[in-house]
């Protein structure tokens, strides 16, 4: 995995700033620790940072082919699963190849087949293309938005980076937000809407969209979307594709050249990945698979059950480790870590995020890259197969809102009256709520309840997974792990997404037709385990930590934070913070003490990044 970037200008001649191009790819140092590239011309300049997965020795970037007189340049970020395959036929139609990396099968694959080559690809990939003949370039994200990209485009210029940083390096990009950024802050957040990108003048390229720059301008279009049709497979069939797709998708996954793990929670999906994986590299005589699992020090002292997060993880991964025989690696944390995190993790993600969720997963990811390089999660599955407790409870399905963020009107009235009546989070919400479900794609005949479960479907899809992928690739490649995701193969999510919800949920169970693809695959108990999501620290010594973070914030008359807030509130939550949000306020982790924690990582974002109110 890498990071990209670059600057397309038709008013300046680019090779005259070279030292612009370097500092802009510099920042992407931590997603490519290996090696770093650059590329030139008048109109067009590209950096590369590199993180050596598949041939090491022949992939560098920038990659350049030549094509009769033409030059055409790509930078990339991602992996391709299906380049044997696309090898094999670009092989046949003549082409022939230097090296065995998966960037020069998607150059080659553009060589042939032109900006249709995107429909052939399967894998996770943000990457550009520069064709010098046409003075063109060729931007594209995949399906479900992995791996992300970021522009700034005004008129005659384009700026684009795999992280926002990026783009913020350019001495020309006024770091701004305006009153619809701090909406995405105080309302939407830690997720953010599809396409925004907070800061003013800056957007994110939608998955499944590809855009395209020349002379004359920009142009977007989706080449991806769900599409709703007719499920025709009886349960025993439908359980049996899914079994399949996903066992065929891990052991695509499983290509690389340095070495690789999977991530380990004991539940189903994390469970299944590990034993597809096990079961492969047993067949290959590969040795035994290494896997990681992280929790908290002192965590079963203070562990409480919720209707959230109803058991711990240690008894379950015990038991998979044990079963599978693999070389396991448990990670844990401690308070003072976490707390400490909780600022690194602003820098790596450039906004504020989920607070101690980021802060432990990026302390997990600097473990596992002292091992590994790559890793299999399991992200995805719950909003694919329709996990989450919000699927089935009826005050989520029925509350008209993002059911991810039903304390919406508590967290708007801990907000000053002054930025409430200049924002109007509550009508953002319901503006953003409403924009998502006219996308839908219906499908005719569906009864009420099979209708809002698609819509349910689709706003965990379109709204709630792109935040955890965000989560997942920022703090991996904060540390140069690489981690792949094979629950958004996309024709898994294809096929899922037409699965009618009592299929689904056969059996009467969350992920009921999941369950069923894997049984004889998983133990019985493995199998019937209630869902529990990433842990979180139950420490109170956590809660004290954030707690007196936001009280010394408060009394710092300096704190660009303040003029957003009601301090008073604030202060009164933070003082006599028991009892208080026990619910979530967003997803299903982040309470009392993670409010604290978000409100000291947005003061923290001002204050670094030296944001200014537009």
Known sequence: MCGITGWIDWNKDLTQYPSVLETMTDTLASRGPDASGSWITPRCALGHRRLSVMDPAGGAQPMTRKVGDNTITIVYNGELYNAPELKKELEQRGHRFTTTCDTEVLLVSFVEWGRACVDRLNGIFAFAIWDNEEQTLFLVRDRLGVKPLFYSYTEGRLLFGSEPKAILAHPDFTVQISGEGLAEIFAIGPARTPGHGVYKNMQELKPGHCMVMDARGLSVRAYWKLESKPHEDDVETTAAKVRELLRDTVIRQLASDVPICTLLSGG???????????????????????TYSVDYVDNDRHFQASAFQPNADAPWIKRMTEHLETVHHAIEFDTPELVEALRTVVLARDLPGMADVDGSLYLFCREIKKGATVAISGEAADEIFGGYPWFHREEALNAGTFPWSLATPERIALLSPEFVDWVKPAQYVQDRYRQALSEVP???GENGQQNRMREMSYLNITRFMPTLLDRKDRMSMAVGLEVRVPFCDHRLVEYVWNIPWEVKTAGDREKGILRKALRGIL????LARKKSPY????????LTAVRSWVLDILNDPSSPLLPFIDTAKIRTLAEDAEGRFQLPWFGQLMTGPQLFAYLAQVDTWLRHYKVSIR
């Open 535 to 542: 842990p979180k620290t139950h420490n109170p010594n956590y």
């Open 268 to 290: 189903l999906d994390s469970s299944a990945l590990t034993t597809f994986a096990a079961q492969y590299y047993a067949q290959q005589g590969l040795g035994a698979l290494h």
């Open 442 to 444: 219906r499908l005719a």
């Open 523 to 526: 133990p019985e108990d493995v």
